[in-house]
C-alpha cells in the first residue's frame, strides 16, 4: 500500500531564504506527482506536476525534483516570501485507478 | 469564474440527516473525484467516477453514497450523518488521459455534524 510522508510538518522561516520541502513514498511504480498549495478555508491549488519520467519541474521560484528509485521528491522554494505562507500537500498517482495518494502535508510560515 | 465549484461552502448539520454536497465543472473533465480532509490524516479518496456510468468506491466509502447525474456534475451524499463525517470535503476533476491526470480541486465543503 502507497503512503506518503511529508517531513517537515511545520516551518517557520524568514522572508528571503531559500527552503526545501521534503516528500517521500513507498511505491517507486507511480505515473506522477502532484505538488499542492492549501491556503486556509480554501481548496488546493496545483502547483508542479512531475511525470514518472521527469527529473523535475520549475514554475517561477518554485522548482520540484523527483527521484523515483529512492521514493522521493523536493520542493524548493527560491527567495521566500509571506505571501507563501501556507500548506503545501504532495500527492503521488499510479496504479489501476490513477488516483492520488496524499502527504499530511507542510505548514510553512515566512515571517516578514 | 471557478472551474470547479461545490455547494454549499460550509454546512451544519445534525447527527442522523441526510445531506447532499454538490460538485460542478466547466473544465470538459471525464474523471471526477470526492475526497475528504481531516487535521493529521490528509486527504482520503470517497469515491471516483471515470465516466457518467462509472462508479467506484475510494478507501473510505462507508458511510457515503454519489450520483454522478452528467458529465459536469458529481454529488456526494451522507444518507444519515454523524459526528466523525466532520471534515472539509473537496471535488476534484481530472481528464481522461492515461498516465496523465492533474488533479484540480473545488474550494472544499466544510461539514460540521453535531
Known amino acids: 500500500k502507497q503512503e506518503v510522508t511529508q517531513i517537515p510538518a511545520a516551518l517557520s522561516v524568514p522572508e528571503g531564504e531559500n527552503l526545501v520541502l521534503n516528500c517521500s513514498f513507498t511505491d517507486s511504480a507511480i505515473y506522477n506527482l502532484q505538488w499542492f498549495r492549501q491556503d486556509p478555508g480554501k481548496g488546493l491549488t496545483s502547483l508542479l506536476l512531475?511525470?514518472?519520467?521527469?527529473r523535475e519541474q520549475t514554475s517561477g521560484r518554485l522548482n520540484a525534483s523527483l527521484d523515483k528509485s529512492s521514493g522521493r521528491s523536493t520542493l524548493y522554494i527560491a527567495a521566500s516570501q509571506p505571501g507563501d505562507s501556507a500548506t503545501y500537500l504532495c500527492?503521488?498517482?499510479?496504479?489501476?485507478?490513477?488516483?492520488?495518494?496524499f502527504g499530511t502535508g507542510t505548514l510553512l510560515a515566512v515571517q516578514p | 469564474d471557478a472551474d470547479v465549484t461545490q455547494t454549499p461552502r460550509n454546512r451544519i448539520t445534525k447527527t442522523g440527516k441526510r445531506i447532499m454536497l454538490e460538485c460542478s465543472q466547466t473544465?470538459?473533465?471525464?474523471?471526477m473525484y470526492w475526497y475528504r480532509q481531516d487535521p493529521g490524516l490528509g486527504l482520503r479518496l470517497i469515491y471516483y467516477s471515470f465516466d457518467v456510468k462509472d462508479i467506484n468506491k475510494g478507501e473510505i466509502s462507508d458511510g457515503y453514497s454519489v450520483s454522478r447525474q452528467a458529465q459536469a456534475k458529481f454529488s456526494l451524499s451522507l444518507e444519515s450523518a454523524i459526528p466523525n463525517q466532520t471534515a472539509l470535503y473537496f471535488c476534484?476533476?481530472?481528464?481522461?488521459?492515461?498516465?496523465?491526470?492533474?488533479?484540480?480541486f473545488g474550494p472544499g465543503t466544510r461539514l460540521t455534524v453535531l
Open positions: 500527492a503521488v498517482q499510479g496504479g489501476a485507478t490513477n488516483k492520488l495518494i
Open positions: 476534484a476533476t481530472s481528464q481522461g488521459l492515461a498516465g496523465y491526470n492533474e488533479q484540480f
Open positions: 473544465k470538459g473533465h471525464d474523471r
Open positions: 512531475i511525470q514518472s519520467s521527469q
